[in-house]
């Protein structure tokens, strides 16, 4: 039996107490404060379960603003892609209005004007940003997504006479530094040298024993440090005595600017330098101020010798054929500048006749500048301007050499096409007398005449080499340089959603089928050429007089004898039909090494009559509204690349011309057909029930499909239907590609109103396709949007319920905290009456 003391119960009572106040304690804090416990310690379950709560509301939080922010991005695009639609609206207009073949020239100019409006606007809703970064760019949110390049193209089945090369030429922009960069110590600051508005940044050299090379690459390095904002490239050149030597030789201590990317291909951005420093750059006297825009031909000379240079008399100087009648007089105490400065003023007395401008930069350079190409000739070697022709850098060759000079040469449509726009549609004619200078020059007319289509110059030198400048800088293309990914946002534990939408993607589609139609029916006559059964007979002493060859009613004369040789005849003849060929509307070429093959530059009918001399062309002579189709060669007509021909001459049907239409029709799709197996690409006749007219129609599945002709012959028997050389219907939807293509159409068409069928039909089929693309993107965004939003309601419900169960973790009820703190309260309060008690206690209350 245990024996229980009074010292024991009042140290059992005094326990009592201290509980009963720390149970008040804790409920007056729980009621304070809010929560059920602040240690980890005093609830160790509730802590585990709470911070599993509290990870689960921060994932939620996460996927709600990812959503948020792709439910933004995405309703932006939606909206920039909302205005696109309108554009696309706006062209689809335009295409059904240029239609019209009663529209003049005037109002065409106007249509393709405000497609080439369009197109910027275009290519700045594209380039639209949210947030600061490029809706459109996929990964690359920070640049720009789409580059509109303002390009010199070359098109045409002529190249190879002019000497021209088919491509996508960029205009290269070169500036050289005034002198080499020196050795030893030098600085740059914040501010003293600027690319293109680009502040290239401060550095120091301070080792006073470094090489000039060894600087000139140091600043190099420094400027291709903003390469990618500059879209400016620099190298280190040999530049010894103020003249630059081939890139790689020693020592490289001079520096070049050229307007080319990191990756070295055109930028397309002009070269603008400047700066708080220039002409000396931290004691480097190595840049001077530039501003070389993109549609400039410009030459710097070299630095101008001070002092008495010998004096040009008036009338030495020739710029553009234009010769400058006023003397040059250079005094013994000029300034290499000042010296300069007598070239520039001289010069600039006849810029208003030769559209060229001089100026110099305050160091002995001169520096020439016009908007198209231009030639000096005269000039003596003390001035320092190279007598020859000066046009843009491309990025690439462009021209080879000399417009051929041999044979007889007629230039119709599809020849030459610039930047889009056909240069012949109306023929232009050489025989075989004419030199290459005399050619060139007539095309350099041509080409300038169309240089407010093309927004192209050319000129010509001495030896019949064309040159070109971008006077008027055209959009040639939109190029898409973003990322094809998109970014993506996660918005659940295994779920994904895109952030934006990526350009390539969001101005673009595929098209299930390709399919091309010929733009107009096939003539009921026959396609209008003809062909040699056999090779020439004339002999020896035979001429052609009047009414001997007769094409379309006008005598084809050959006064002269003709030699009895087949091959020299044969050309002989044809020079002579091609000098009538402006008239005839028929031009001739050799048909094998000594027949004649006649072509209708128009694609229409001709009428070939012959009497004496003239059966012995071996053609035989047609009576009126009766033509041929003439037999296309191999290698006369190309698809996807691959060679068509040859097809075999069709006869006219005049007694039934239905039927003569349907043999032409059924000539041209069996050949393709026989090749589709390789060019992917099958013909089918189309046949009109109502109007009974007859067209081709070409269709892929999966590929593009692209028509190119190699001569005249099988080139105006293409345009007679509708097929025009050198188009392309590519399976990728591209508005840009849609609006460029139909603003080409609508220039050519200023020329020939013809074209005005294959604008409705080809080009408006392109801007629908391109408008009902745009308009499934929006879809697409709608149904992204709608899953961001039940992202965000699931989000906020979730936290909801993740809330109230983590407030049941850690919040007090403070309806059951005060109950307890008022049961505490009593219990404190009877623990200090049982100690009281028993304070009181003696031995006399045992006994």
Do not use: C, W
């Not at 007979?537 to 040789?565: C, K, W, Y």
């Not at 001709?606 to 041929?628: E, M, R």
């Amino acid at each position: 039996m245990i024996r229980i003391t009074q010292q024991m119960l009042q140290r059992n009572s005094l326990s009592q107490i201290q509980a009963r106040q720390n149970d008040l304690f804790v409920g007056q804090k729980q009621i304070s404060s809010g929560f059920r416990f602040d240690k980890p310690s005093e609830d160790p379950t509730a802590t585990g379960i709470s911070l599993d709560l509290r990870k689960a509301i921060a994932f939620q939080e996460r996927i709600g603003s990812n959503a948020n922010t792709a439910h933004d991005f995405n309703l932006q695009a939606d909206n920039e892609l909302s205005f696109a639609g309108e554009v696309l609206q706006r062209v689809r207009e335009l295409a059904i209005r240029s239609a019209d073949e009663t529209l003049n020239q005037q109002q065409l100019d106007g249509i393709s004007a405000e497609l080439e409006g369009l197109l910027e606007r275009l290519s700045d809703i594209g380039n639209a940003t949210h947030e600061g970064n490029f809706i459109f760019g996929g990964y690359q949110s920070a640049k720009a997504p789409f580059k509109p390049e303002k390009n010199l193209v070359l098109e045409g089945t002529a190249l190879t006479e002019l000497n021209l090369n088919r491509g996508n030429f960029s205009t290269r922009l070169e500036t050289r530094s005034m002198t080499t960069v020196p050795a030893g110590s030098f600085s740059l600051n914040g501010g003293d040298l600027l690319i293109n508005g680009v502040d290239i940044g401060s550095f120091s050299v301070i080792e006073p024993t470094r090489s000039a090379a060894d600087n000139a690459q140091a600043l190099v390095e420094r400027i291709n440090a903003k390469t990618v904002e500059t879209g400016v490239t620099a190298r280190a050149v040999n530049f010894p005595n103020g003249t630059f030597a081939a890139p790689g030789a020693a020592p490289l201590t001079g520096i070049v600017l050229v307007n080319l990317d990191k990756n070295g291909t055109p930028s397309n951005k002009p070269i603008q330098v400047s700066g708080q420093g220039i002409p000396g750059v931290g004691g480097l006297n190595v840049f001077r101020n530039e501003n070389l825009a993109l549609s400039d031909t410009r030459f710097t000379s070299q630095r101008l010798a001070a002092g008495a240079l010998p004096n040009v008399p008036a009338g030495t100087l020739t710029i553009n054929g234009v010769t400058l009648n006023t003397a040059m007089t250079f005094n013994a105490a000029n300034t290499a500048e000042q010296n300069a400065q007598v070239i520039a003023t001289a010069i600039n007395t006849i810029s208003n006749q030769t559209a060229l401008y001089a100026k110099t930069d305050g160091n002995g350079f001169v520096t020439l500048q016009s908007q198209q190409p231009f030639e000096i000739a005269g000039a003596p070697a003390q001035i320092n301007l190279p007598n020859q022709v000066y046009e843009q850098t491309r990025s690439a060759t462009a021209v080879n050499g000399a417009v051929a000079a041999a044979g007889a040469l007629t230039l119709s449509k599809g020849s030459l096409v610039l930047n889009g726009v056909d240069i012949f549609s109306t023929p232009l004619t050489f025989d075989a007398t004419l030199t290459a200078p005399q050619r060139a020059r007539q095309i350099v007319t041509a080409i300038n005449n169309r240089s407010t289509d093309t927004g192209i110059r050319a000129s010509t030198d001495a030896t019949g080499r064309l040159y070109f400048s971008n006077g008027d800088q055209r959009i040639t293309d939109v190029v898409y340089q973003g990322d094809s990914g998109e970014n993506l946002a996660q918005i659940g534990r295994q779920e994904l959603l895109p952030l934006n939408m990526s350009g390539d993607e969001a101005f673009s589609g595929q098209r299930e089928q390709t399919r091309l139609l010929s733009g107009r029916d096939i003539p009921a006559a026959g396609l209008g050429s003809a062909v040699s059964g056999a090779p020439v007979t004339f002999l020896a002493g035979d001429s052609l007089a009047a009414g001997e060859l007769m094409l379309n009613g006008t005598n084809i004369l050959v006064p002269g004898p003709l030699t009895g040789v087949p091959a020299a005849d044969a050309a002989t003849v044809i020079a002579a039909i091609n000098a009538q060929s402006g008239t005839t509307g028929v031009s001739a070429l050799a048909s094998g090494p000594s027949g004649i093959r006649l072509n209708s530059l128009t694609g229409s009918p001709f009428l070939l009559q012959t009497n004496g001399d003239g059966p012995k062309i071996q053609i035989p002579a047609t009576p009126a509204g009766v033509s041929y189709l003439n037999p296309i060669n191999a290698g006369d007509l190309l698809i996807n690349g691959v060679d068509i021909g040859p097809i075999a001459p069709v006869a006219a049907n005049p007694g039934n011309p239905p039927q003569n239409m349907i043999d032409v029709a059924d000539a041209l799709v069996n050949a393709i057909n026989a090749q589709a197996a390789t060019t992917g690409v099958r013909g089918e006749r189309i046949t009109d029930p109502t109007t009974g007219g007859t067209r081709v129609l070409l269709s892929a599945s999966g590929q593009d499909i692209r028509v190119d002709t190699n001569n005249p012959v099988a080139n105006a028997i293409f345009n007679a239907i509708g097929l025009q050389t050198g188009t392309v219907i590519r399976q990728k939807i591209d508005a840009f590609d849609a609006v460029i293509r139909l603003r080409d159409q609508v220039i050519n068409g200023k020329t020939g109103r013809d074209a005005a069928l294959t604008i409705s039909i080809q080009n408006l089929r392109e801007v629908d396709d391109a408008f009902t693309a745009l308009t499934g993107r929006r879809v697409e965004l709608g149904v992204r949007g709608q899953r961001a939003e039940l992202v965000e309601n699931r989000v906020a419900q979730t936290k909801e319920v993740l809330g109230s169960q983590l407030a049941e973790q850690r919040e007090t009820d403070l309806t059951e905290a005060i109950s307890r703190l008022t049961l505490n309260e009593t219990a404190l309060q009877a623990a200090y009456n049982v100690t009281q008690r028993l304070a009181n206690l003696s031995l006399l209350n045992f006994i």
